[in-house]
């Protein structure tokens, strides 16, 4: 089951040699999947984050996804967009040729 679908991803790259992490803006995420939990991170970087699972296709996916819904001035073009956990999921597919 697809989650979330977007030619409108804001490509973060993180530091630490992690995978580019694409971020989807809300209207492309299928809201009805995902559920907000108690956990919150702090980036020094990006600002507060909060998690979501996602419950699709009969799977379970606890914290599965987050946000940054007050993201720091400087990267307010992501704010309120969602990611996924790529260990978590079963595929993100990143089409950089639209």
Known sequence: MIVA???ATITMYESGGYAPVP???PEHVRL???TPTAKS?????KGNASYWTI????????DGAWSYH?????????GGRFTFYGDKVDAIVVDENG
């Open 32 to 34: 009805d999947l995902l």
């Open 5 to 7: 679908d977007s030619g």
């Open 23 to 25: 971020y989807f803006p």
């Open 55 to 62: 419950e699709a296709g009969g799977k379970r996916l606890d």
């Open 41 to 45: 991170t702090h980036c020094p970087y």
């Open 70 to 78: 007050s993201p720091y001035d400087e990267l307010l073009d992501m």
